[in-house]
């Protein structure tokens, strides 16, 4: 907790009374990806984004807060600014916060409501607080049980009072209660309000404006209704909407969702109710997600592990943000925040009034009904040669090193992945790129290595590991191909592996792998690997036609360094028109897609070997379990391996 005082220059724009200096009582912490210390936020050379033209909002919450979101938690209410990752506590002590809209003169209003977990009593409020210091400065009691959201439409506030099934209206700024309806029941669970005019894509309600969606949690299957407030009817059902969705964000004529059900953020179009949403970004490990908005047509959203009511209260409980790019389709940032509680709400009130359900244009304002031009985004195959890389969809914020050369080879997007998980969920052929190539390297070295007694059975018992519990899986894909491990993960790419085999051949394969990774200016590329392996195909081998699968494959860029090969055999990579091949030669390193099907067929008289690299932009310095020469373990699929 620290005292300081108050800049003129935000005493300049707070309005009549406050221009004389105010000492006030903020905590701010800046955290790293472990939760402590500073984090350095930097972008990537190929992430950095021009700074927007400042506009003065209507609602100017802080000018410190320019580009910050407010986060209404379990534990308290706080700032998260997205440049530099300092979080600062606006106000604690009030049980649950939810709901954020914006009041007069850069203050803000937040539902107060008791904790989930065994309550000490049953009132709810709307506190109204000052966005700078924190300063309460009056509360309305509000007739609600569990509400879930509050949004503001002009001279309206809406609440869901999700414990009544009702939608209680209430007049700006007075905060008296103008009419509430019933159109749910308790158990449907309304969690989410967005007052918008009419139905996007449908031009006879176009000229309404009392029509509210909301989303309907039902503990399970959600659905999305639109409901006539005139009459409490409900106007429209989207059904297929994910399942314990949360959040609804329109954007250019499309709602934008959390799929929390199945950890998807996920594009819902009104236009087409039967069809299915498209998911944009999925958490591998299926967390629970909460709280979004959409500002520059980025998605800033909230992940949570799953827990009881009592540990979503604690104040031990951390909970991720994110950013999305909705254009470019790619994970942009994930950071872990010490919200002392789960994280409700994710909004930006000082930029717009109804930013919790309306896109937002710009940081400076102007909340758009999708009337707005949109971006020309080129996402051919060429594109991607000057595309920006995305960042690990399953770890807190790490960026590729700012001191990446100016040249750097071009990556495959991990969110090209999810496109092909999706694309598979869908019966439909990836469009994206499958290969981009990197650079060539030297391997007479390694290939000198290489042995036959490298891939003897008895040779490699008694100088590496060895790996069970995928033979099957080996036999059906892949037979007649051999492996030899050097460092490998579980399913999930979290624990590392390192085998023996790796102190027989680092002296030759080191230095390649620090040249290849090195071109992406990572300092320490030995932190960045996941799993390094031989793959050696026997004439007339047959690597069936497959897909990698696991959180792995989401959260690693697959790279391919041919170290033998021949002319009589073929890489294929499957397309809409049929199977394509993939020219590859010695020493030519390129990335593949790996969830995209693909195959490999050896024709000729002689071996293919290539070494496989997959590796995390996320650093893991000292993560490797070191295994014994000898040792057997087990690959045991979602848990670590079980090693004798």
């Given at each position: 907790m620290s005292s300081y005082m108050l800049p003129a220059k935000l005493d300049a724009w707070r309005g009549p009374g406050h221009m004389q200096p105010v000492e006030v009582h903020i905590s701010r912490?800046?955290?790293?990806?472990?939760?402590?210390?500073?984090?350095?936020?930097?972008?990537?050379?190929?992430?950095?984004?021009?700074?927007?033209?400042?506009?003065?909002?209507?609602?100017?919450?802080?000018?410190?807060?320019?580009?910050?979101?407010?986060?209404?938690?379990?534990?308290?209410?706080?700032?998260?600014?997205?440049?530099?990752?300092?979080?600062?506590?606006?106000?604690?002590?009030?049980?649950?916060?939810?709901?954020?809209?914006?009041?007069?003169?850069?203050?803000?209003?937040?539902?107060?409501?008791?904790?989930?977990?065994?309550?000490?009593?049953?009132?709810?409020?709307?506190?109204?607080?000052?966005?700078?210091?924190?300063?309460?400065?009056?509360?309305?009691?509000?007739?609600?049980?569990?509400?879930?959201?509050?949004?503001?439409?002009?001279?309206?506030?809406?609440?869901?009072?999700?414990?009544?099934?009702?939608?209680?209206?209430?007049?700006?700024?007075?905060?008296?209660?103008?009419?509430?309806?019933?159109?749910?029941?308790?158990?449907?669970?309304?969690?989410?309000?967005?007052?918008?005019?009419?139905?996007?894509?449908?031009?006879?309600?176009?000229?309404?404006?009392?029509?509210?969606?909301?989303?309907?949690?039902?503990?399970?299957?959600?659905?999305?209704?639109?409901?006539?407030?005139?009459?409490?009817?409900?106007?429209?059902?989207?059904?297929?909407?994910?399942?314990?969705?949360?959040?609804?964000?329109?954007?250019?004529?499309?709602?934008?969702?959390?799929?929390?059900?199945?950890?998807?953020?996920?594009?819902?179009?009104?236009?087409?109710?039967?069809?299915?949403?498209?998911?944009?970004?999925?958490?591998?490990?299926?967390?629970?997600?909460?709280?979004?908005?959409?500002?520059?047509?980025?998605?800033?959203?909230?992940?949570?592990?799953?827990?009881?009511?009592?540990?979503?209260?604690?104040?031990d409980k951390t909970s991720d943000v994110a950013a999305f790019d909705l254009l470019e389709r790619k994970l942009l940032w994930r950071r872990t925040v010490e919200t002392k509680g789960l994280l409700n709400v994710v909004s930006a009130p000082q930029v717009s009034e109804g930013s919790t359900f309306l896109a937002v244009d710009s940081w400076g304002g102007s909340a758009s009904r999708g009337a707005a031009k949109k971006k020309e985004v080129d996402r051919s195959e060429t594109a991607y040669a000057d595309a920006q890389g995305p960042l690990d969809s399953g770890e807190p914020l790490h960026k590729l090193s700012a001191s990446a050369p100016p040249l750097a080879p071009p990556l495959i997007p991990l969110a090209e992945k999810q496109e092909a998980y999706q694309n598979r969920r869908e019966h439909k052929d990836s469009t994206g790129p499958f290969k981009v190539e990197i650079t060539t390297v030297d391997v007479s070295a390694i290939q000198a290595m290489l042995t036959e007694e490298v891939w003897d059975p008895t040779w490699q018992k008694l100088h590496n590991a060895a790996l069970t519990g995928r033979e099957s899986n080996l036999k059906h894909f892949k037979p007649g191909v051999a492996t030899a491990h050097l460092f490998f993960s579980d399913r999930f790419g979290e624990t590392l592996y390192e085998f023996p085999l790796w102190e027989h051949f680092e002296p030759t394969v080191k230095p390649v792998i620090d040249a290849i990774l090195g071109m992406y200016g990572l300092a320490n590329p030995h932190d960045h690997i996941v799993r390094l392996q031989f793959a050696r195909m026997l004439p007339n081998a047959h690597i069936k036609p497959h897909f990698d699968s696991g959180p792995w494959v989401m959260r690693t860029h697959r790279v391919h360094i041919p170290i033998i090969v021949n002319r009589q055999y073929r890489f294929q990579v499957h397309r809409a028109d049929g199977w394509a091949n993939i020219e590859t030669e010695e020493g030519g390193v390129f990335e593949i897609n790996n969830a995209i099907m693909h195959q490999v067929t050896n024709e000729g008289p002689n071996e293919r070997v290539h070494l496989l690299l997959d590796w995390s932009e996320t650093a893991r310095p000292n993560a490797f379990t070191k295994l014994r020469a000898g040792q057997e373990c087990r690959y045991a699929g979602n848990a670590a391996f079980e090693c004798a």
């Open positions: 912490t800046v955290m790293n990806a472990e939760g402590t210390g500073e984090l350095e936020l930097r972008p990537a050379r190929s992430l950095q984004k021009p700074p927007p033209r400042r506009v003065a909002a209507s609602n100017p919450v802080a000018i410190e807060h320019r580009r910050a979101l407010l986060l209404c938690t379990h534990g308290q209410l706080m700032w998260l600014d997205t440049q530099t990752g300092e979080v600062t506590t606006l106000h604690t002590g009030r049980g649950v916060y939810y709901g954020a809209f914006p009041g007069e003169a850069g203050t803000v209003w937040v539902v107060s409501r008791p904790h989930n977990w065994r309550p000490v009593d049953t009132v709810e409020a709307l506190l109204h607080i000052d966005g700078t210091t924190g300063e309460l400065l009056e509360e309305k009691q509000i007739p609600t049980r569990f509400t879930h959201d509050a949004v503001r439409s002009g001279d309206h506030v809406y609440l869901a009072d999700t414990g009544n099934g009702r939608i209680v209206v209430l007049a700006y700024p007075s905060m008296d209660v103008v009419k509430h309806l019933q159109p749910f029941t308790a158990r449907q669970h309304v969690n989410t309000l967005a007052v918008l005019a009419g139905v996007p894509g449908g031009d006879d309600l176009q000229d309404k404006s009392t029509h509210v969606w909301a989303v309907l949690h039902n503990l399970g299957k959600s659905l999305l209704v639109q409901v006539d407030m005139d009459t409490g009817k409900w106007q429209r059902e989207l059904t297929e909407v994910g399942y314990k969705t949360h959040g609804c964000v329109f954007w250019r004529n499309k709602m934008v969702m959390l799929n929390s059900g199945e950890g998807e953020l996920i594009l819902v179009d009104p236009s087409t109710p039967d069809a299915p949403p498209v998911v944009l970004w999925r958490d591998p490990d299926q967390t629970f997600m909460k709280g979004l908005t959409v500002l520059e047509d980025v998605a800033y959203f909230g992940i949570s592990q799953f827990g009881t009511r009592a540990i979503r209260d604690s104040p």
